[in-house]
C-alpha cells in the first residue's frame, strides 16, 4: 500500500540521516587505513571521499578532530539525546498500553523536563510550536501519529493474562478440548444492523462544495440478528428480530438466507426468544448431526444467554454452553474477530446498491433480502473457520491472544511496571517486596538498631540488611507503599521526584601541572604525551557518560511523574462512580461453564430474587394506587362535609336573626354548630380514620383551632403516607 509523501522537512532529515551513515563509514575506513602497519601503502583522505561518496572537506574536518553540522546542531537542541530517547520509550509503551499521548501532551512532558533542569528558575524555557513535528519527523522511523479507535476501559482491563489464562487452560483446555468434535462445537452471538448507509465513501461533486449529501432513509432504527457458525465451517441459519408489537407476513418476503423471524419490544433478544430460538432453531439444525454426541455452545455474557429456562433446555438437550470471560469478547469471540467486520462491510455494500436502484432507504419488508445477500456473501468456510482458529478454540491454541492484546491492561494493574522500565538493580528490590512482604517484627524500629558494643562490630547479615531496608523505608510515607498492603487511593499525594543536578564541565587550567620527572628524550615525551592523551580522552568519555546516565535518569523520573499523576487523575474519576451492588455471575471475571448445576443454582437464586423485586415492585404501586383512591374518597366526603356545615351554619344565623327580632337573650340564642375535623388517611391500612368534631366558640366565628396532638399526628400520618408512596 502506497503510503503518504513525505514533507519537504522529512525528506532533508532522511537525507542528512543517509549523508550522516556514509560519513561515519567514510571516517571508519580512514581508521583502518590508519591501523596499518608501517610500510603498507594507505588510501589517501580524497580517496576515501570519493570511494564513500562524501564531500572531502567535510571528512578531512573530521579525521583531524572536527565535528560534522549535524553533531554540531545536536548541542544545540534543547532536549538532550538521552531525553529524546526517553520521550521515544515512553511513548512506544503508552501506546501499547492503548494509552497513547496526545501531541499537546508529549509537548508537556518535554516543558517538564526542561522545567527540572537546575538552570529553569533564572532561564525558563519551553519548546517552540513545531518541536513535536521536528521531533517525529527525526524519529520517523519509530513514531507516526495515528487516528485512534476507542476501546472501552472495561475491555481493556477485563482481557489480562490471568482471565486469558484461566479460560484458555481451565475452561478450553479442561472442559472443551478433546470432549467435543469440530462438527458439534458452536458459537452464535447477535449483531444490530442499521438501516441507514452510514459508511463514508467517495463520490465526485462540485469543487469547492464543503459537504457533499447523499440520499437514503435516516432511520436509526437497528434490527437484530442472531448468527450461529459451527467449527466445521457452516453456518446455521439465522434468527431476524425485528422492533415491533405485532409481525407482517410481508417482513418475511424475499427470504434468501433462509432466515427465522422474532420480534420484541426493544428489538433484541430477550430470555423467552433465546430459549425459544434454542429448542426451535439450534436444537432442530444440529439434532442430526450431532447423532447423540454432546454439543458444545459458546456465548457471551448478556442476561438473555442464560436464563434458567434456556440452561434446564440445554441440559436436557445434551447442550454444553460456555461463558466467555466478562467483556474480553472483542479478542475471544470468533464473530466478533473474524466474521461481523466483514459482514457490516458487505451489508453497507447491499444497502448502497439497493439506494443507487430503488431510490430510497429500506424497510422492515426489504430487510430480509438486503441482509440475505450479504449473509450468503461473508459467511464462507474460510471466515468461519478463522474465528475459530484466530480464537484458540479449534485447533486448540492457549497462546492465540497475544501479548500485545493483553498490553492494554498493564495500565491498570498493580504488576505492571511503569511504561519505563526501571533498572535491573530496582526491579530486584522490587521484585522481592512482592513476593516476601515484611513481617510485624522487620516492621518494628527496634529490630533494626543494634546495641553498641565496644570494640566489636557487629556482622551484617542478608537478614539484618533487610531488617534495616525495611525499617527505614517504614519511616517515610513514600516508601511505605512498598511494605503496606493497603490499597493507594486518589487521596495518596504523588511526590514530585528529586532531580540530581548534572555535573558541570571542569574549567580547564590556565597553567598546567609540572611534571616532578621530565622526560629523557623525545620519543618518551611523545609517549608520554600520547599516553595523557588516552587518559583524558577515557576520562572524558567516563564523564559525558555519567551525565548522560543521569540526565536519562532524571527524564525518566520526570515521565514517571507525569504518568502517575495521570493515572491518579483516572483514579479519582473511578472513586467518584456510583457502585452498583450487584451479585457476580463471573467470579472474578472470569469465564464459565453456564450448565453447571452450581451456576444454574446461582441463576435461579437471581431470577427468585429478581421475582421478589418485582413482586415488592407491585405491591408498591397498589399501596399508591389505594392511597390515591382513598385520598380521592377522603377529599369529596370532606367537601360533602363542608357543604352540610354550610347549610348547618346559615340555618343558625337565620334562627339567630329570628329569635333577636322576637327580643331573645344573646345568651339564651342556640350555639353555633360544631365544625367536623377533617378525615385522615390511617398511615398503616390506607382507611380513613375516625373524625371528630371541634368545639369552636361563638365570638371566634366558623374558624376551627386543632391542639398542638392532633396538628403532630396529622403531619405524621402525611409523613408516612409519603414515605409508603416513595
Not at 94 to 100: G, M, T, V
Not at 275 to 294: C, M, S, V, Y
Request: with cysteine; hydrophobic share 35%; net charge positive.
Amino acid at each position: 500500500m502506497t503510503g503518504k509523501a513525505l514533507s519537504a522537512r522529512a525528506k532533508a532529515a532522511k537525507q542528512r540521516r543517509v549523508k550522516n551513515a556514509k560519513l561515519a563509514t567514510a571516517h571508519e575506513v580512514w581508521e583502518n587505513e590508519q591501523a596499518k602497519p608501517e610500510g603498507m601503502k594507505k588510501k589517501s583522505v580524497r580517496t576515501i571521499a570519493k570511494e564513500c561518496d562524501v564531500s572531502y572537506s567535510t571528512l578531512n574536518r573530521l579525521v583531524k578532530g572536527g565535528r560534522s553540522l549535524s553533531a554540531f546542531n545536536a548541542k544545540k537542541r534543547l532536549l538532550t539525546a538521552e531525553e529524546e530517547r526517553t520521550i521515544v520509550e515512553y511513548i512506544l509503551e503508552s501506546s501499547d498500553r492503548a494509552l497513547p499521548p496526545s501531541l499537546a501532551e508529549v509537548e508537556l512532558v518535554a516543558n517538564a523536563i526542561l522545567a527540572a533542569r537546575p538552570s529553569a528558575p533564572s532561564d525558563p524555557r519551553t519548546v517552540g510550536k513545531n518541536w513535536v513535528d521536528r521531533f517525529l519527523d527525526t524519529y520517523r522511523d519509530e513514531l507516526q501519529t495515528h487516528w485512534c479507535k476507542p476501546l472501552d476501559t472495561v475491555r481493556a482491563r477485563s482481557l489480562n493474562p490471568e482471565i486469558l489464562k484461566h479460560w484458555m487452560e481451565e475452561i478450553v483446555g479442561g472442559r472443551y478440548h478433546g470432549k467435543f468434535r469440530p462438527e458439534d462445537t458452536y458459537a452464535f452471538d447477535e449483531s444490530g444492523f442499521p438501516a441507514e448507509f452510514s459508511r463514508r465513501c467517495r463520490v465526485v461533486g462540485r469543487r469547492g462544495t464543503k459537504t457533499q449529501h447523499k440520499q437514503g432513509t435516516a432511520s436509526r432504527e437497528n434490527t437484530t440478528v442472531l448468527i450461529t457458525i459451527c467449527a466445521d465451517g457452516t453456518v446455521l441459519k439465522p434468527l431476524i428480530i425485528y422492533k415491533a408489537k405485532n409481525f407482517r407476513a410481508a417482513w418475511a418476503e424475499n427470504n434468501v438466507a433462509g432466515a427465522s423471524f422474532a420480534y420484541s419490544d426493544k428489538g433484541w433478544t430477550d430470555g423467552e426468544i433465546a430459549a425459544a430460538w434454542l429448542i426451535n432453531d439450534f436444537d432442530e439444525q444440529t439434532r442430526d448431526k450431532a447423532a447423540g454426541r454432546p454439543r458444545a455452545l459458546f456465548v457471551d455474557g448478556h442476561i438473555s444467554h442464560y436464563s434458567k429456562k434456556l440452561l434446564d433446555h440445554a441440559t436436557s438437550l445434551g447442550i454444553e454452553i460456555f461463558g466467555y470471560p466478562p467483556h474480553c469478547t472483542h479478542a475471544l469471540q470468533g464473530l466478533d474477530v473474524a466474521c461481523f467486520g466483514r459482514m457490516k462491510e458487505l451489508f453497507q455494500e447491499e444497502l448502497r446498491t439497493f439506494e443507487e436502484a430503488n431510490g430510497r432507504g429500506i424497510n422492515k419488508s426489504d430487510f430480509a433480502g438486503v441482509f440475505g445477500t450479504a449473509f450468503l456473501k461473508a459467511f464462507t468456510q474460510e471466515t468461519i473457520a478463522a474465528a475459530f482458529s484466530k480464537t484458540g478454540i479449534h485447533p486448540y491454541n492457549p497462546d492465540a491472544v497475544t501479548p500485545s492484546q493483553t498490553k492494554p491492561s498493564e495500565a491498570t494493574s498493580i504488576q505492571a511496571p511503569f511504561p519505563l522500565r526501571a533498572p535491573s538493580p530496582v526491579q530486584a528490590v522490587l521484585s522481592v517486596f512482592e513476593s516476601e512482604k515484611p513481617t510485624a517484627f522487620e516492621l518494628n524500629p527496634d529490630t533494626y538498631q543494634t546495641a553498641a558494643v565496644p570494640g566489636e562490630t557487629p556482622p551484617v547479615t542478608p537478614t539484618r540488611m533487610r531488617r534495616r531496608l525495611v525499617g527505614s523505608l517504614a519511616q517515610s510515607q513514600s516508601g511505605r507503599t512498598l511494605i503496606d498492603n493497603k490499597l493507594i487511593t486518589s487521596t495518596f499525594p504523588v511526590f514530585e521526584p528529586t532531580i540530581e543536578p548534572v555535573t558541570p564541565a571542569a574549567t580547564p587550567r590556565r597553567r598546567p601541572r609540572v611534571q616532578s620527572e621530565l622526560p629523557a628524550t623525545l620519543e618518551d615525551a611523545r609517549t608520554m604525551i600520547e599516553h595523557q592523551r588516552a587518559v583524558i580522552d577515557s576520562l572524558r568519555e567516563n564523564l559525558e557518560t555519567k551525565r548522560a546516565a543521569v540526565r536519562r535518569q532524571n527524564a525518566q523520573l520526570l515521565v514517571q511523574c507525569f504518568h502517575l499523576k495521570k493515572i491518579n487523575h483516572a483514579l479519582r474519576g473511578k472513586e467518584s462512580q456510583k457502585k452498583i451492588n450487584k451479585r457476580k455471575l463471573f467470579h472474578g471475571g472470569k469465564g464459565r461453564v453456564l450448565t453447571d448445576p452450581e451456576f444454574k443454582q446461582l441463576i435461579a437464586e437471581v431470577e427468585a430474587a429478581k421475582m421478589r423485586k418485582v413482586e415488592a415492585r407491585k405491591e408498591s404501586l397498589q399501596r399508591r394506587a389505594d392511597a390515591k383512591a382513598t385520598r380521592a374518597s377522603l377529599d369529596l366526603q370532606w367537601a360533602r362535609m363542608l357543604e352540610d356545615h354550610a347549610a348547618a351554619v346559615r340555618r343558625w344565623e337565620g334562627e339567630c336573626l329570628r329569635l333577636r327580632e322576637m327580643g331573645t337573650l344573646v345568651k339564651n340564642l342556640p350555639k353555633k354548630p360544631k365544625k367536623p375535623l377533617k378525615p385522615r388517611l390511617n398511615a398503616t391500612s390506607n382507611a380513613p380514620a375516625a373524625s371528630r368534631e371541634v368545639e369552636v366558640d361563638e365570638d371566634e366565628g366558623s374558624d376551627v383551632e386543632m391542639d398542638d396532638s392532633d396538628a403532630e399526628s396529622s403531619a405524621e400520618s402525611e409523613d408516612d403516607l409519603m414515605g409508603d408512596d416513595a
